[in-house]
């Protein structure tokens, strides 16, 4: 055993003199082959886990960014630290991690290093394939579909440690995880990213999270890597999240041609048309994903679309970045979004972050500097006053009280980095909080900014005809509808459209130029009807230039109203305005024939009788007060047989029903929003006192979701309730607390109740 530790020791030595030599042949050599070289050497001494992350952190405190990254500093750090990681490895350190190790067969191992290769050649990976395999943990063995992972080269420079993108097959998991990517600590910005997404995670925005372990691949080590956990199903559960579509909003056409640097008049890598979601072929085969899939794309081109953002964790994302005073995790290759179907809003996954550094110019002229993506532009652009803006702001700097412990929380896996310090970004704080006024008066002007820096046309160059990928984006729509968008501001000739092969009667004819700010498309009619994904083909030619776009996924037509845009209020003569964000019902009885939509706070006095229509509902985008009397109750119920109940969203305030009988209600479905419940509250507290709903004809007779539930006397209510564990306890606690009331046995009883949720 001794021998054998000092032959691996040998070996470490070895790979340090290597790595040193080939630098100093760098300038003497082929570039490209020692670029490989030197990341092959250079990973093959990480395998070994010399006790740090990566060369930079052995020198990197925290209090400066990016000359800590250079070739030099990161020779000179690991030259200078020599004796320590020497000292580590006679030492001998075990790290206690878990040990996973992963097996793919030769064939497909050469699947995935010929998507290398090409990654290497080109500098961008692109559209890698998966290839079976299988991964060993904890004596287990679990089927998975691997391949490569990462668009640029920091991921698969060198053989050694890739980075790879694991799905397990069958729902299975390991360390939590069902879909995964296995990266080097360097290439997901350890510990900077790990610190940055927890803490925005812990503020209720969706993101990843990471573990660490000891990596083996076909039986070599591959050392310390990290696991990152990807979007999926499980991973949207996992922070209470219900399931639902991810989009990206980038083209990667324009990095593909070798970061081609396309005239700015050129559409390709247009954000506002170029979508995707994650895992599209799964979810777009539920028709209800497909409605979420068109509406999301035909409001980004509307010029202000901001309704279909959540404001307040883009903006707190947002801060965030300000706060790190690094935008990179905001960037659309980095974001993800996730549509909320409570909500009917997009909310950021964010990925990636940098270091933080230090503001060196006045907060004015960074703002005004930063690029922004058309998400942001859109938030930001939104009217907010000072009391909005004081509470993003101080929501997001709390979030980053404690970041320093985040940052070096897994300093025991690599002993020889450096201590990192957070001074950076409490003097980043204190900089924006002196300065707020200037970022307040930025976020005030920001719309009269950006019109201010819209400039003209320029011409196209005439070089540049033949090397655009594509020349139009493609829509087709279940009723026959194409849409097609000129992605250059010059004319363009539609040689034909075929469908499934065949050549439609549609064929030579021109489409106009784009205009600037405008995406009005050119409709043809077609009766290619139904879905018909990747079965539309249209053939363009450019002067001489011919190319061929297939068709997004089809797209529907019709049920993709968002009812959660409206308010109804002023429609209903017994509902009066108490002021700007308050509303009343009168007491009487009403007769309801249309969904009541409230923007704002809604009080329901005593003896109001409502009798609801078949597609009638109650939706309050902020609290209720429903107090009725004992002798004077509030009613809730059909007029016939059924009506779709009532939704309360986004509260700032705890609702209260106090005396109210609610009866008949079903599901709440309309156009985009399909709730499960009869009464459903969503981010929204509420207190219940002698309330009783019955005849209920939904999945859920009551839903509370990520809200808090309390009683004070009795609640009846059907038996298919479902809400969160915390509503569970508090409804278990009232039963146990009635039981007592009624007989001293149930002391006894209740006990044991409370011991067993102990």
Do not use: C
């Not at 995707?276 to 980004?300: F, P, S």
């Not at 903006?315 to 993800?336: D, E, G, R, V």
């Not at 209020?569 to 969904?595: M, R």
């Not at 706070?601 to 003896?607: E, Q, S």
Request: hydrophobic content about 35%; overall charge neutral.
């Amino acid at each position: 055993m001794i021998l054998k530790k000092r032959e691996s020791n040998i070996t470490i030595y070895i790979v340090i003199a290597t790595v040193v030599m080939t630098v100093i042949a760098y300038f003497a050599l082929n570039k490209k082959n020692i670029v490989l070289s030197l990341h092959n050497e250079s990973e093959y001494l990480m395998s070994h886990n010399p006790g740090f992350s990566f060369p930079r952190n052995l020198i990197d405190t925290g209090e400066y960014y990016s000359r800590a990254g250079s070739t030099s500093l990161k020779l000179k750090s690991i030259v200078s630290n020599l004796p320590k990681i020497i000292a580590y490895k006679l030492k001998g350190n075990d790290n206690e991690l878990e040990n996973i190790d992963v097996s793919i067969k030769f064939l497909n191992l050469e699947s995935i290093l010929k998507d290398r290769k090409i990654a290497v050649n080109s500098g961008y990976l692109s559209d890698p394939s998966y290839v079976n395999a299988t991964i060993e943990y904890d004596q287990k063995t679990y089927k998975a579909k691997i391949r490569l992972k990462g668009n640029i080269a920091d991921h698969w420079m060198s053989e050694h440690r890739m980075s790879l993108r694991v799905r397990l097959e069958s729902g299975e998991s390991i360390l939590g995880f069902n879909t995964f990517s296995i990266q080097k600590p360097r290439a997901r910005q350890y510990p900077y990213e790990q610190a940055f997404q927890e803490a925005l995670r812990d503020g209720g925005n969706l993101a990843a999270k990471y573990k660490f372990s000891n990596i083996s691949v076909n039986g070599k080590n591959w050392g310390v890597m990290i696991l990152e956990e990807e979007v999926s199903k499980e991973f949207l559960e996992k922070q209470r999240a219900k399931d639902s579509i991810v989009f990206r909003f980038s083209d990667d056409k324009k990095r593909l041609k070798h970061y081609s640097d396309y005239h700015s008049d050129y559409r390709i890598s247009d954000e506002k048309l170029f979508a995707t979601i994650v895992r599209q072929k799964k979810y777009l085969k539920d028709i209800e994903n497909r409605k979420k899939y068109t509406y999301i794309l035909e409001e980004r081109l509307k010029e202000k679309h901001a309704e279909i953002y959540s404001t307040s964790h883009h903006m707190k994302s947002f801060i965030a970045s300000l706060l790190w005073n690094n935008q990179h995790t905001l960037y659309n290759s980095n974001s993800k979004y996730y549509f909320n179907p409570y909500t009917l809003q997009l909310e950021p996954i964010t990925a990636d972050q940098l270091n933080f550094s230090l503001y060196a110019d006045q907060l004015g002229l960074v703002l005004d500097n930063i690029p922004i993506n058309e998400v942001y532009r859109q938030v930001i652009s939104l009217p907010m006053d000072d009391h909005d803006k004081d509470k993003y702001l101080a929501d997001t700097i709390e979030l980053f009280s404690n970041t320093e412990k985040k940052i070096n929380q897994y300093h025991k896996y690599f002993p020889l980095d450096k201590y990192k310090k957070d001074i950076v970004l409490i003097d980043n704080i204190n900089f924006i909080n002196r300065n707020k006024d200037i970022f307040y008066e930025w976020i005030d002007n920001y719309e009269i900014k950006q019109k201010d820096e819209i400039g003209g046309k320029d011409i196209l160059f005439s070089t540049q005809d033949t090397i655009f990928p594509q020349h139009l984006h493609v829509r087709h729509y279940n009723d026959g509808k194409i849409l097609l968008f000129n992605l250059l501001p010059e004319k363009v000739k539609i040689n034909r459209i075929s469908f499934d092969g065949n050549t439609t009667r549609h064929r030579n004819f021109i489409i106009p130029g784009y205009i600037e700010g405008n995406y009005e498309p050119y409709v043809v009619r077609t009766d290619i009807t139904g879905i018909q994904d990747n079965k539309i083909i249209i053939d363009s030619t450019y002067k001489d230039n011919v190319s061929s776009t297939i068709a997004y996924p089809t797209l529907i037509q019709h049920g993709i109203s968002n009812p959660l845009l409206l308010n109804t209020a002023h429609e209903f003569d017994f509902i009066n305005q108490l002021d700007n964000k308050t509303y009343e019902i009168e007491s009487g009885d009403w007769i309801v024939n249309k969904p009541i939509i409230i923007e704002g706070n809604l009080h329901i006095l005593p003896g109001v009788n409502l009798k609801l229509h078949r597609d009638a509902y109650i939706i309050v985008k902020g609290s209720i007060t429903a107090i009725g009397d004992r002798s004077n109750l509030v009613t809730l119920k059909a007029v016939s047989d059924t009506w779709k109940g009532i939704y309360v969203l986004n509260a700032d305030k705890k609702s209260q029903f106090k005396n109210v009988n609610i009866s008949n209600v079903s599901a709440l479905e309309d156009g985009l929003l399909k709730l499960t419940g009869g009464i459903t509250f969503y981010m929204s507290d509420v207190d219940f006192e002698n309330v009783k709903i019955s005849n209920v004809k939904a999945e859920d007779a009551l839903n509370i979701v990520k809200s808090s539930v309390d009683h004070s006397s009795d609640l009846i209510i059907p038996p298919t309730v479902h809400t969160d564990f915390a509503f569970l306890l508090v409804v278990s606690i009232i039963i146990a607390s009635v039981i007592i009331a009624r007989s001293y046995i149930s002391v006894f009883l209740s006990g044991i109740a409370l011991k067993i949720f102990a």
